[in-house]
T-cell receptor, first 110, second 115 residues
Framework: DAKTTQPNSMESNEEEPVHLPCNHS???????IHWYRQLPSQGPEYVIH???SNVNNRMASLAIAEDRKSSTLILHRATLRDAAVYYC???????????FGTGTRLQVTL | GAGVSQSPSNKVTEKGKDVELRCDPI?????LYWYRQSLGQGLEFLIY????????KSGLPSDRFSAERTGGSVSTLTIQRTQQEDSAVYLC?????????????FGNGTRLTVT
């Protein structure tokens, strides 16, 4: 299975933009890039996904490199409620079965 | 609209007892998934359903674990003769279908503690 690599942790100040990187050098042409986040004591929450083009939604933006070997999740203005573990996942299978890694723990401070 | 609902939210049981965990997916979602998350660990895939069928049971840790789904809706995960290593948060998710661009919607899980 194609794997992703993310930093273990990142810090941000409140109201500043956050760029969460993800490397996926073995991605194949049909793999979708998904991002989820998990707040304390909750189940994972879908954030955004994309295939080749950059994507925007109300929660975040996803910037995908031209060669698709990396992507960046962008939170435009971090708030304390954005403190969570962020998972970058490749949907490679036929059943949308996702393999979660260890993710990036984002800390947001005042 | 209503999200994925799991019950109970917490369950404490004695070693050797059987437990049943329930998942109510989002209405209309054909795919349903079970994961578990041990303390401080990542998510571990257990099983998924397409309709009432389970094409992939590869993640079930042992034959003490089983799951079923009826009416293309509610699913039950059963653990027989529970062991202490079964203690974890059991998470259920559903998606509209199994295409690669279908997001998963998770419930908040059942926290199982085996004493």
């Amino acid at each position: 299975d194609a794997k992703t690599t993310q930093p273990n942790s990142m810090e941000s100040n409140e109201e500043e933009p956050v760029h969460l990187p993800c490397n996926h050098s073995t991605i194949s042409g049909t793999d979708y890039i998904h991002w989820y986040r998990q707040l304390p004591s909750q189940g994972p929450e879908y954030v955004i996904h994309g295939l080749t083009s950059n994507v925007n939604n109300r929660m975040a933006s996803l910037a995908i490199a031209e060669d698709r070997k990396s992507s960046t999740l962008i939170l435009h203005r971090a708030t304390l409620r954005d403190a969570a573990v962020y998972y970058c996942i490749l949907n490679t299978g036929t059943a949308s079965k996702l393999t979660f890694g260890t993710g990036t723990r984002l800390q947001v401070t005042l | 609209g209503a999200g994925v609902s799991q019950s109970p939210s917490n369950k404490v049981t004695e070693k050797g007892k059987d437990v049943e965990l329930r998942c109510d997916p989002i209405s209309g979602h054909t795919a349903l998934y079970w994961y578990r998350q041990s303390l401080g660990q990542g998510l571990e895939f257990l099983i998924y359903f397409q309709g009432n069928s389970a094409p992939d049971k590869s993640g079930l840790p042992s034959d003490r674990f089983s799951a079923e789904r009826t009416g293309g809706s509610v699913s039950t995960l059963t653990i027989q003769r529970t062991q202490q290593e079964d203690s974890a948060v059991y998470l259920c998710a559903s998606s509209r279908d199994t295409r690669r661009n279908s997001p998963l919607h998770f419930g908040n899980g059942t926290r199982l503690t085996v004493t």
